[in-house]
C-alpha cells in the first residue's frame, strides 16, 4: 500500500493545530470538518482526538490532532502512541506554553521522533528566532531549523530552505536568501548539518574537517538524525499561506519515517484500539492501528484482552470529511471497526488466541470527582446507559455508585471535562444532569469492647414473637471489616437462628451514631434465650438489630474519614507553595525526590474531604503547569469532638430543586 505515516499534532491551546489539521487535509485533496461536535463547538477547540488522513499516489498521511487543555490531556497520549512522528505545534507569538511543556514530555515518554512547527506565523507580532530560543532553552532538545520565515512588512511571504539556501516565496517566485536573514540562515545551516552528522561517523569526520558535503547527503544523513530521535527539524508555517503547507507535508514525506521505516511490524494481525468515540447512528466505534498482518471484512478476530471473538463486520478508514467503507486495511492504517461486542479502549484484535497484547501504555488517571443527578424522572431512567458509553470512551472518564453515599460518582480531570460529559449526555443522549459536591463517604467503628442485649417479645393472640440476643462488639484492626464469632454454649440459643443473628447485626451495621455505615467490628454472640414455640428468624433478627445498637451506644464510636495519597509532578519553583497548601489541609508529606533537572515528585496523604477540589486548586496554584494523581489510602478516625461536628455539619446538603 505504499508508505503510510501518522502525525499527532499536540501543543497548548491556541497554537492552531487543528486549522493546521485542516488545511493539510485539503491540500491532500481529502477535505474534513474537524472538531464538529457540538462540545467543541461550543468551546472553540477540540476536546476529542481528531483523526483524519488523505492519500496521494502510494503516500497515506494520517493525522492525529490532540486537544491542548490540561484537562484532555489523555488524547495526547492516546495519539502518541499510534503515531509514528509527533509534531509538536507552537503559537508563533506566544512561543512555548504549558501544554507545550507537557506535550514535549510525552513525545519523549514514547520515544517518538518529532518536528517542531512554529505556526500562525501570519500573526502580527510572529517571532521565530526568539521562539526557537526558547525551545532550546526550556525544553532542552535539540531543536534545529530547516526552515527560516520571510517575513516583509510585516507579512509572511515566503521560506528558505535551510539546506538548500534557497529562498522560495508564496507567490510561486524563488531567488537568494535575502540579506537581513542571511547569518541566521547560515548559522542555521552549519548546526543543523552538525546535528545530522552525529549520526554518521563518516559524515562527521568531513565536517569537521571543512570538507564539502552536498545537500543529497545531508537530508539522507536528516531522516535518520529524525529518526533515531537526535535532531528536531523546526519548520514555519501558516494556514493563511497554502505553499508552506505544501512546503511542510514534503518534508514530512521526505524526511520522517514512515510505519515501515520504524521496524514495528508484527508477526500476524495485530490491531490496538488506541481511541473510542461514541456515534449516535453506529454506537460505540473502535479506532485500531495496524502494527501486522491485514484486518479483512468479514473475518473471525480474537480480543486478546477479553478472551472473546469477534467477526469483522465493517471497517472504515478515516480518509476524507466522511470515513469510507474499505474490504481490508494493512500494517501501519489506522481503522475504525463498528458493531462490535464488547470491547474498551487498548484492548488488541489478533488473528489468534493466547498472544501477547499491545499496551497503550499508563493514562492519566481521574482525579476530580462530582455526584451527578437526574434532573427528572425521564433523565434518570436512561442516564444510567447513557453515562456508561460515553465512560467507555475516555480513560480519564470513570462512573460508580458509592455504596455509602448512594450517589452516582463522575471522575474526571477537572471541572470543564465533566462540563463536556454533561453537555454530551444532553446533546448526544437527551439526558438532562446537574453535577454537585459529591458527600464524603464516611464510615464508623468503635474503639473498645462493649456489650448489649435485647429480648424481642410480641404477643398478638395466637403465635407471639420471642429471642433473646446478648452481643459483645470490640474493634479490629483498621481495614478488618466484619467478623461474627459464634459463642453460643449449651444451645440457649438454637443453631438454626444464629445466622439470622448475624443477618440483624449486618443490617444494624449500615447506619451507625453518626448516621455512616460501620466497620472493622467483631461481633460475638454469646448468650441469650428462646421459646420452643414463639421464636422465629424474624425475633432474632430483630433482637440481635437492638442488642448490637445497645452495644454501640455503650461503646465509643468514632467516625472515620476517608485518606487519599497524592503524587504531585510540579516544576521545583512551585513546590513550597503546594506544600503549604497540603499542610492547610490536614495533609501530610510522605516524601519530595528531583524528578528531573526542573521538576519535583512531591507524596503526600490528606483526609478526601480537604482535598475534593485539589485538582482545581493546584492548577491555580501553578499556572495548570503540575499534574496530579490521587487515590485512595485508607481510613483514619476522626479524633476530636470538634473536628467530627464540623465535617458533618458540610455534608448536610439541601433537597435538590428540579
Given at each position: 500500500?505504499?508508505?503510510?505515516?501518522?502525525?499527532?499534532?499536540?501543543?497548548?491551546?491556541?497554537?492552531?493545530?487543528?486549522?493546521?489539521?485542516?488545511?493539510?487535509?485539503?491540500?491532500?485533496?481529502?477535505?474534513?470538518?474537524?472538531?464538529?461536535?457540538?462540545?467543541?463547538?461550543?468551546?472553540?477547540?477540540s476536546?476529542?482526538?481528531?483523526?483524519?488522513?488523505?492519500?496521494?499516489?502510494?503516500?497515506?498521511?494520517?493525522?492525529?490532532?490532540?486537544?491542548?487543555?490540561?484537562?484532555?490531556?489523555?488524547?495526547?497520549?492516546?495519539?502518541?502512541?499510534?503515531?509514528?512522528?509527533?509534531?509538536?505545534?507552537?503559537?508563533?507569538?506566544?512561543?512555548?506554553?504549558?501544554?507545550?511543556?507537557?506535550?514535549?514530555?510525552?513525545?519523549?515518554?514514547?520515544?517518538?521522533?518529532?518536528?517542531?512547527?512554529?505556526?500562525?506565523?501570519?500573526?502580527?507580532?510572529?517571532?521565530?528566532?526568539?521562539?526557537?530560543?526558547?525551545?532550546?532553552?526550556?525544553?532542552?532538545?535539540?531543536?534545529a531549523?530547516?526552515?527560516?520565515?520571510?517575513?516583509?512588512?510585516?507579512q509572511?511571504?515566503?521560506?528558505?530552505?535551510?539546506?538548500?539556501?534557497?529562498?522560495?516565496?508564496?507567490?510561486?517566485?524563488?531567488?537568494?536568501?535575502?540579506?537581513?536573514i542571511?547569518?541566521?540562515?547560515?548559522?542555521a545551516?552549519?548546526?543543523?548539518?552538525?546535528?545530522?552528522?552525529?549520526?554518521?561517523?563518516?559524515?562527521?569526520?568531513?565536517?569537521?574537517?571543512?570538507?564539502?558535503?552536498?545537500?543529497?547527503?545531508?537530508?539522507?544523513?536528516?531522516?535518520?538524525?529524525?529518526?533515531?530521535?537526535s535532531?528536531?527539524?523546526?519548520?514555519?508555517?501558516?494556514?493563511?499561506?497554502?505553499?508552506?503547507?505544501?512546503?511542510?507535508?514534503?518534508?514530512?514525506?521526505?524526511?520522517?519515517?514512515?510505519?515501515?521505516?520504524?521496524?514495528?511490524?508484527?508477526?500476524?494481525?495485530?490491531?490496538?484500539?488506541?481511541?473510542?468515540?461514541?456515534?449516535?447512528?453506529?454506537?460505540?466505534?473502535?479506532?485500531?492501528?495496524?502494527?501486522?498482518?491485514?484486518?479483512?471484512?468479514?473475518?473471525e478476530?480474537?480480543?486478546?484482552?477479553?478472551?472473546?471473538?469477534?467477526?469483522?463486520?465493517?471497517?472504515?478508514?478515516?480518509?476524507?470529511?466522511?470515513?469510507?467503507?474499505?474490504p481490508?486495511?494493512?500494517?501501519?492504517?489506522?481503522?475504525?471497526?463498528?458493531?462490535?461486542?464488547?470491547?474498551?479502549?487498548?484492548?488488541?484484535?489478533?488473528?489468534?488466541?493466547?498472544?501477547?497484547?499491545?499496551?497503550?501504555?499508563?493514562?492519566?488517571?481521574?482525579?476530580?470527582?462530582?455526584?451527578?443527578?437526574?434532573?427528572?424522572?425521564?433523565?434518570?431512567?436512561?442516564?444510567?446507559?447513557?453515562?456508561?458509553?460515553?465512560?467507555?470512551?475516555?480513560?480519564?472518564?470513570?462512573?460508580?455508585?458509592?455504596?455509602?453515599?448512594?450517589?452516582?460518582?463522575?471522575?474526571?480531570?477537572?471541572?470543564?471535562?465533566?462540563?463536556?460529559l454533561?453537555?454530551?449526555?444532553?446533546?448526544?443522549?437527551?439526558?438532562?444532569?446537574?453535577?454537585?459536591?459529591?458527600?464524603?463517604?464516611?464510615?464508623?467503628?468503635?474503639t473498645?469492647?462493649?456489650?448489649?442485649?435485647?429480648?424481642?417479645?410480641?404477643?398478638?393472640?395466637g403465635?407471639?414473637?420471642?429471642?433473646?440476643?446478648?452481643?459483645?462488639?470490640?474493634?479490629?484492626?483498621?481495614?478488618?471489616?466484619?467478623?461474627?464469632?459464634?459463642?453460643?454454649?449449651?444451645?440457649?440459643?438454637?443453631?438454626?437462628?444464629?445466622?439470622?443473628?448475624?443477618?440483624?447485626v449486618?443490617?444494624?451495621?449500615?447506619?451507625?451514631?453518626?448516621?455512616?455505615p460501620?466497620?472493622?467490628?467483631?461481633?460475638?454472640?454469646?448468650?441469650?434465650?428462646h421459646?420452643?414455640?414463639?421464636?422465629?428468624?424474624?425475633?432474632?433478627?430483630?433482637?440481635?438489630?437492638?442488642?448490637?445498637?445497645?452495644?454501640?451506644?455503650?461503646?465509643?464510636?468514632?467516625?472515620?474519614?476517608?485518606?487519599?495519597?497524592?503524587?504531585?509532578?510540579?516544576?521545583?519553583?512551585?513546590?513550597?507553595?503546594?506544600?503549604?497548601?497540603?499542610?492547610?489541609?490536614?495533609?501530610?508529606?510522605?516524601?519530595?525526590?528531583?524528578?528531573?533537572?526542573?521538576?519535583?515528585?512531591?507524596?503526600?496523604?490528606?483526609?478526601?474531604?480537604?482535598?475534593q477540589?485539589?485538582a482545581?486548586?493546584?492548577?491555580?496554584?501553578?499556572?495548570g503547569?503540575?499534574?496530579?494523581?490521587?487515590?485512595?489510602?485508607?481510613?483514619q478516625?476522626?479524633?476530636s469532638?470538634?473536628?467530627?461536628?464540623?465535617?458533618?455539619?458540610?455534608?448536610?446538603?439541601?433537597?435538590?430543586?428540579?
Amino acid at each position: 500500500m505504499g508508505d503510510v505515516r501518522t502525525l499527532c499534532f499536540v501543543g497548548h491551546a491556541g497554537s492552531g493545530k487543528t486549522a493546521l489539521a485542516e488545511a493539510i487535509l485539503q491540500w491532500g485533496g481529502a477535505p474534513a470538518e474537524l472538531d464538529s461536535s457540538p462540545e467543541a463547538e461550543a468551546r472553540g477547540g477540540s476536546v476529542d482526538l481528531n483523526v483524519a488522513g488523505f492519500q496521494k499516489g502510494d503516500q497515506t498521511l494520517y493525522i492525529l490532532d490532540a486537544p491542548g487543555f490540561g484537562e484532555f490531556i489523555e488524547e495526547s497520549y492516546k495519539g502518541l502512541r499510534a503515531a509514528e512522528t509527533g509534531v509538536l505545534v507552537v503559537n508563533a507569538e506566544k512561543g512555548p506554553e504549558v501544554l507545550t511543556e507537557k506535550a514535549w514530555d510525552l513525545i519523549h515518554e514514547y520515544k517518538k521522533p518529532a518536528l517542531a512547527l512554529v505556526h500562525r506565523m501570519d500573526l502580527p507580532n510572529a517571532k521565530f528566532a526568539e521562539i526557537l530560543e526558547e525551545l532550546k532553552e526550556q525544553l532542552g532538545g535539540n531543536f534545529a531549523p530547516v526552515q527560516w520565515p520571510i517575513v516583509r512588512n510585516g507579512q509572511f511571504v515566503g521560506v528558505v530552505d535551510v539546506l538548500e539556501q534557497k529562498a522560495f516565496y508564496f507567490d510561486g517566485k524563488t531567488g537568494e536568501v535575502p540579506g537581513e536573514i542571511a547569518d541566521a540562515v547560515a548559522s542555521a545551516r552549519e548546526a543543523l548539518i552538525e546535528g545530522v552528522a552525529e549520526v554518521d561517523e563518516a559524515l562527521m569526520e568531513r565536517f569537521l574537517e571543512d570538507q564539502e558535503i552536498s545537500t543529497a547527503e545531508i537530508r539522507a544523513a536528516l531522516k535518520k538524525a529524525v529518526q533515531e530521535r537526535s535532531v528536531v527539524p523546526v519548520l514555519a508555517t501558516s494556514t493563511q499561506a497554502p505553499k508552506s503547507i505544501e512546503l511542510f507535508v514534503t518534508f514530512v514525506q521526505e524526511a520522517t519515517p514512515s510505519f515501515a521505516d520504524l521496524a514495528q511490524t508484527t508477526e500476524g494481525l495485530r490491531a490496538l484500539t488506541f481511541n473510542v468515540s461514541s456515534d449516535q447512528y453506529l454506537g460505540l466505534m473502535a479506532y485500531v492501528k495496524l502494527y501486522g498482518g491485514t484486518l479483512k471484512e468479514g473475518a473471525e478476530i480474537a480480543n486478546v484482552n477479553r478472551g472473546s471473538k469477534e467477526r469483522v463486520r465493517e471497517i472504515l478508514r478515516p480518509i476524507g470529511e466522511k470515513p469510507q467503507k474499505t474490504p481490508e486495511v494493512g500494517p501501519g492504517e489506522i481503522a475504525i471497526l463498528t458493531k462490535l461486542g464488547e470491547f474498551a479502549l487498548g484492548d488488541t484484535f489478533a488473528d489468534q488466541e493466547g498472544v501477547e497484547p499491545l499496551s497503550l501504555g499508563e493514562l492519566p488517571k481521574p482525579v476530580f470527582a462530582r455526584a451527578i443527578e437526574p434532573l427528572t424522572q425521564q433523565d434518570e431512567e436512561k442516564m444510567s446507559s447513557a453515562l456508561r458509553e460515553l465512560v467507555l470512551t475516555k480513560a480519564t472518564l470513570r462512573s460508580h455508585r458509592d455504596d455509602v453515599t448512594k450517589e452516582t460518582i463522575v471522575s474526571g480531570m477537572g471541572d470543564t471535562q465533566l462540563t463536556v460529559l454533561t453537555e454530551r449526555l444532553k446533546n448526544r443522549f437527551g439526558v438532562g444532569v446537574r453535577l454537585i459536591r459529591p458527600l464524603v463517604p464516611y464510615k464508623e467503628t468503635v474503639t473498645q469492647t462493649a456489650q448489649g442485649n435485647y429480648k424481642h417479645k410480641k404477643q398478638t393472640g395466637g403465635r407471639g414473637q420471642y429471642g433473646e440476643v446478648h452481643l459483645r462488639v470490640e474493634p479490629l484492626p483498621r481495614g478488618g471489616g466484619f467478623e461474627f464469632v459464634d459463642e453460643i454454649k449449651g444451645g440457649v440459643i438454637p443453631g438454626q437462628f444464629i445466622p439470622a443473628v448475624e443477618k440483624g447485626v449486618v443490617e444494624a451495621m449500615q447506619e451507625g451514631v453518626f448516621g455512616y455505615p460501620m466497620t472493622d467490628i467483631k461481633v460475638a454472640v454469646f448468650f441469650g434465650s428462646h421459646h420452643p414455640v414463639d421464636s422465629s428468624e424474624i425475633a432474632f433478627k430483630i433482637a440481635a438489630s437492638q442488642a448490637f445498637k445497645i452495644a454501640v451506644q455503650n461503646d465509643t464510636p468514632v467516625l472515620l474519614e476517608p485518606v487519599m495519597k497524592l503524587t504531585v509532578l510540579t516544576p521545583r519553583e512551585f513546590t513550597g507553595d503546594i506544600m503549604s497548601s497540603l499542610s492547610g489541609k490536614r495533609g501530610k508529606i510522605l516524601g519530595m525526590e528531583p524528578a528531573s533537572e526542573k521538576w519535583e515528585r512531591i507524596e503526600a496523604e490528606a483526609p478526601l474531604a480537604e482535598i475534593q477540589d485539589y485538582a482545581l486548586e493546584l492548577k491555580s496554584i501553578t499556572q495548570g503547569r503540575a499534574t496530579l494523581q490521587m487515590e485512595f489510602a485508607y481510613y483514619q478516625p476522626v479524633t476530636s469532638d470538634k473536628l467530627r461536628e464540623e465535617l458533618l455539619k458540610r455534608e448536610q446538603r439541601e433537597a435538590p430543586t428540579h
